[in-house]
């Protein structure tokens, strides 16, 4: 890939992260922040967005389930700070059905948006996380 696809796809991942964030707190996506997200997205890296993002939700559940399987000390996923739990419901998703993505890059990618949208020790806790699902489902 060049440069510039790299910059695209980067892009459309971290829409697709808002994209899930934002789906975290209604459990519904009206379309508006999805069209807009499309809008300036340059034409190669949009089926990226529409189908990732389609598919995270359609496991969005199985994900969270997964995830408090690995995290101590929370009860329900409500305790958990929502941006660390939107970008672990998205690598979730990459580690559970994207087998071609190699592990090292899901959790990079993952550990740059909980330093990006996360608390001060998002990319610690989401690291540790991360790091035991993938052990175990990879």
């Given at each position: ?49 529409v ?45 559970s059905?994207?087998?071609d ?38």
């Open positions: 890939m060049d440069p510039k696809e790299v910059a695209a796809l980067r892009q459309a991942r971290e829409y697709v992260y808002k994209l899930v964030f934002e789906y975290s707190f209604r459990k519904e996506s009206d379309g508006r922040t999805k069209e807009m997200f499309l809008e300036v997205l340059p034409e190669e890296s949009r089926p990226y967005l189908n990732t993002f389609d598919q995270v939700i359609a496991h969005y559940d199985e994900m969270v389930e997964l995830i408090m399987r690995y995290v101590k000390g929370y009860s329900s996923p409500d305790r958990l700070n929502r941006a660390d739990l939107a970008v672990m419901v998205y690598a979730c998703y990459e580690l059905f994207r087998k993505i190699p592990t090292a890059v899901v959790i990079k990618e993952a550990l740059e948006l909980a330093k990006e949208y996360g608390g001060e020790k998002s990319s610690k806790f989401v690291n540790g996380v991360l790091g035991a699902i993938a052990r175990d489902i990879r």
